[in-house]
Protein backbone atom coordinates (compact mmCIF):
# COMPACT_ATOMS: atom_id res chain seq x y z
CA UNK A 1 0.00 0.00 0.00
CA UNK A 2 1.41 3.59 -1.27
CA UNK A 3 1.05 6.29 1.79
CA UNK A 4 -0.12 8.92 -0.58
CA UNK A 5 -0.54 11.85 2.52
CA UNK A 6 3.48 11.87 3.02
CA UNK A 7 4.87 15.08 2.01
CA UNK A 8 8.40 13.88 -0.14
CA UNK A 9 8.85 10.97 -2.55
CA UNK A 10 12.77 9.96 -3.38
CA UNK A 11 13.26 9.17 -7.05
CA UNK A 12 13.42 5.65 -6.60
CA UNK A 13 9.79 6.30 -4.66
CA UNK A 14 9.00 7.96 -7.45
CA UNK A 15 9.76 5.53 -10.32
CA UNK A 16 8.69 2.38 -7.67
CA UNK A 17 5.43 4.14 -6.88
CA UNK A 18 4.54 5.45 -10.63
CA UNK A 19 5.02 2.18 -11.81
CA UNK A 20 2.10 -0.05 -8.99
CA UNK A 21 -0.13 2.94 -9.09
CA UNK A 22 -0.23 2.80 -12.79
CA UNK A 23 -1.44 -0.57 -12.64
CA UNK A 24 -4.11 0.57 -10.66
CA UNK A 25 -5.16 3.21 -13.16
CA UNK A 26 -3.77 5.99 -11.01
CA UNK A 27 -1.40 8.99 -13.28
CA UNK A 28 1.63 10.04 -11.81
CA UNK A 29 2.98 13.23 -13.30
CA UNK A 30 6.27 14.49 -12.84
CA UNK A 31 6.06 18.55 -12.83
CA UNK A 32 9.13 20.70 -13.01
CA UNK A 33 8.68 24.29 -11.67
CA UNK A 34 11.64 25.75 -12.32
CA UNK A 35 11.40 25.75 -16.49
CA UNK A 36 14.55 23.37 -16.06
CA UNK A 37 14.10 19.71 -17.39
CA UNK A 38 15.51 16.75 -16.07
CA UNK A 39 17.63 14.87 -18.57
CA UNK A 40 15.91 11.19 -18.90
CA UNK A 41 13.24 12.11 -16.89
CA UNK A 42 9.34 13.08 -18.91
CA UNK A 43 8.04 15.83 -16.90
CA UNK A 44 5.22 18.72 -17.70
CA UNK A 45 6.05 22.54 -17.11
CA UNK A 46 3.85 23.94 -14.15
CA UNK A 47 0.53 25.23 -15.98
CA UNK A 48 -2.04 24.88 -13.50
CA UNK A 49 -4.63 25.43 -16.06
CA UNK A 50 -3.63 22.04 -17.44
CA UNK A 51 -3.03 20.35 -14.51
CA UNK A 52 -6.30 20.90 -13.43
CA UNK A 53 -7.78 18.44 -16.15
CA UNK A 54 -5.65 15.86 -15.38
CA UNK A 55 -8.18 12.81 -14.35
CA UNK A 56 -9.40 13.43 -10.66
CA UNK A 57 -7.01 11.26 -7.99
CA UNK A 58 -3.91 11.88 -10.25
CA UNK A 59 -0.66 12.40 -8.61
CA UNK A 60 1.44 15.50 -9.17
CA UNK A 61 5.27 15.32 -7.97
CA UNK A 62 6.48 18.68 -7.99
CA UNK A 63 10.02 19.44 -8.61
CA UNK A 64 12.79 21.82 -8.11
CA UNK A 65 16.49 22.39 -7.84
CA UNK A 66 16.85 21.19 -4.46
CA UNK A 67 13.85 20.09 -3.65
CA UNK A 68 13.58 22.29 -0.78
CA UNK A 69 10.83 24.49 -2.64
CA UNK A 70 8.68 22.56 -3.82
CA UNK A 71 8.42 21.13 -0.45
CA UNK A 72 7.89 24.71 1.14
CA UNK A 73 4.85 25.19 -1.67
CA UNK A 74 3.04 21.93 -1.03
CA UNK A 75 0.34 23.91 0.68
CA UNK A 76 -0.03 26.41 -2.16
CA UNK A 77 -0.06 23.66 -4.49
CA UNK A 78 -2.85 21.41 -2.62
CA UNK A 79 -5.09 24.57 -2.10
CA UNK A 80 -4.72 24.63 -6.34
CA UNK A 81 -5.42 20.79 -6.71
CA UNK A 82 -8.14 19.67 -4.27
CA UNK A 83 -8.92 16.28 -6.45
CA UNK A 84 -5.22 15.58 -6.79
CA UNK A 85 -2.62 14.09 -4.60
CA UNK A 86 0.73 16.44 -4.47
CA UNK A 87 3.86 15.45 -3.38
CA UNK A 88 7.47 16.71 -3.28
CA UNK A 89 10.71 15.25 -4.86
CA UNK A 90 13.05 14.94 -2.20
CA UNK A 91 16.44 16.54 -3.44
CA UNK A 92 14.59 18.03 -6.58
CA UNK A 93 16.72 18.04 -9.67
CA UNK A 94 20.07 18.15 -8.48
CA UNK A 95 19.77 14.91 -7.05
CA UNK A 96 18.17 12.95 -9.87
CA UNK A 97 20.40 9.71 -11.09
CA UNK A 98 19.44 9.54 -14.60
CA UNK A 99 21.43 6.08 -14.34
CA UNK A 100 18.84 4.90 -11.55
CA UNK A 101 16.63 1.98 -12.64
CA UNK A 102 14.66 -0.06 -10.74
Known sequence: MIDLSVDEWTQR???TNKQVLAQQGIKVILVDTILNPIEGAEAIVYSPP????????????????????SKERLGEFRAKFPDHVCI???????????????
Open 88 to 102: SLRGGRGYWRKNLTL
Open 50 to 69: LLKHEPQGSVFVFYCDTGKA
Open 13 to 15: EFM
